[in-house]
């Protein structure tokens, strides 16, 4: 009996650890099983490329009209006439304004008429002065015979002294005659500028633009009556084709801007704030002639050529400046992480594993940035789905996003 309650006893045990074991596997081989492996991550990859980038230096800069012209009036009058509106591009020579012509045409008039007046004077005095020309000369004809005569003692002396006397007195005559003619000419040359100077005021009753460029606020309107040379100009007319961009760097790369420019010339690239889109390239044409020693920069401009008006004065931009160019490693600016211990970047490693790798970041081109050190060209970097990973982890990389 005891071998029996043994037997069955001895058989209990190892059901239960035959069902022990059944629990403890993970299939029917009955082998042991362990954790499920985490999943792979989904990632966007690129690979950290070399090539020739520009070295530039950047700066906020300040779009400026290429010139300014304010219109104003040379003469007092009424506007009878505008010939643009608000905003319009205007080129020059094109009519602006009209100012009432009539008073000045009233003047201009009466200064032709002096001058026909002034003409017949000349005349005048041309003609007195042939009439007692040829009387001084029948005077002379007449002093010289009766000179012989007293000297033959023909005539009376008295005689002689009365022809020589009034010869004298036409030698008077003739000179003040060619005077009188000058001084008839005299007064015909200054109604003559007389009527030059109405013509040009007649001149100025129309105002044309004396540069190509766009018209401002119009400040006068249709029928106003204006004064000559106003502090406060009737429209004012900026240039934008071309345009300048005024930006400051540091004085310590002075001479490096003097060095390259001697080499040739220095492209300019023209942004909007904060953003990668390229608006204009123009070139550098201006360096000022002196440090400004409050801020320490050098004041700098760069000549757009502008022909779509995508810059406007007054506008801020961020200014590119290209010195030359050098080889380095580029990779997207998204896939640099900030981290505690600084800049850091996901590399993708043979395993499909990632490690997270401390970079250098140098300049940023547009969407990319130069790594100055912890990269190698070629290698792959993740550059988008970086929240999810940690070093080790593994990695399933997908084609990036449609945009």
């Not at 790798?357 to 940023?364: A, C, K, L, S």
């Amino acid at each position: 009996m005891t071998t029996g309650r043994s037997l069955a006893a001895a058989s209990a045990w190892a059901l239960a650890a035959a069902l022990l074991l059944a629990g403890c596997s993970d299939d029917a081989a009955g082998k042991p099983a362990r954790g499920a492996a985490p999943p792979a991550v989904p990632v966007t990859a690129a690979d950290a490329v070399e090539k020739t980038v520009p070295i530039q230096l950047t700066a906020v800069g300040n779009a400026m009209a290429y010139s300014t012209v304010g219109i104003k009036s040379q003469i007092n009058g009424q506007i009878v006439e505008v010939h643009f509106k608000e905003g319009q591009e205007v080129r020059k020579g094109d009519l602006l304004f009209i100012i009432d012509p009539r008073p000045i045409e009233a003047a201009l008039r009466q200064a032709e008429a002096a001058v026909r007046q002034r003409e017949a004077e000349v005349q005048q005095a041309i003609a007195n002065l042939e009439r007692d020309t040829a009387q001084l000369a029948n005077a002379r004809v007449q002093e010289r015979r009766y000179k012989e005569l007293v000297e033959k003692e023909l005539v009376a002396r008295e005689q002689y002294d009365q022809l020589h006397t009034n010869l004298a007195a036409m030698d008077a005559t003739v000179a003040a005659d060619r005077a009188a003619v000058e001084n008839a000419k005299a007064s015909e040359r200054a109604a003559q500028a007389n009527v030059d100077n109405a013509k040009l005021q007649l001149a100025y009753t129309e105002i044309h633009a004396p540069i190509e460029g766009r018209t401002g606020n119009l400040l006068v309107q249709n029928g106003n009556v204006i004064k000559a040379n106003d502090d406060n100009p009737l429209v004012v007319i900026n240039q934008v084709q071309p345009v300048y961009v005024s930006f400051s760097v540091p004085e310590q790369y002075l001479a490096d801007i003097k060095k390259y420019r001697a080499q040739g010339s220095l492209r300019v690239e023209a942004r909007p704030p904060h953003q990668a889109q390229t608006l204009a390239t123009g070139e550098l044409t201006f360096i000022n002639n002196a440090v400004d020693q409050t801020t320490g920069t050098i004041q700098l401009k760069a000549t757009f050529a502008n022909r779509d008006n995508a810059l406007w004065p007054g506008q801020f931009l961020d200014v590119a400046l290209t010195l030359t160019s050098r080889t380095a490693i580029v990779v997207p600016s998204q896939a640099i992480q900030p981290g505690q211990q600084g800049p850091f970047i996901f590399v993708v490693k043979a395993d499909a594993t990632v490690e997270s790798r401390p970079v250098v970041p140098g300049t940023r081109l547009g969407a990319e940035t130069i790594i100055e050190q912890g990269l190698r060209a070629g290698e792959r970097i993740v550059t988008d789905g970086q929240l999810r990973l940690v070093p080790g982890a593994k990695v399933e990389i997908r084609p990036p996003k449609a945009s």
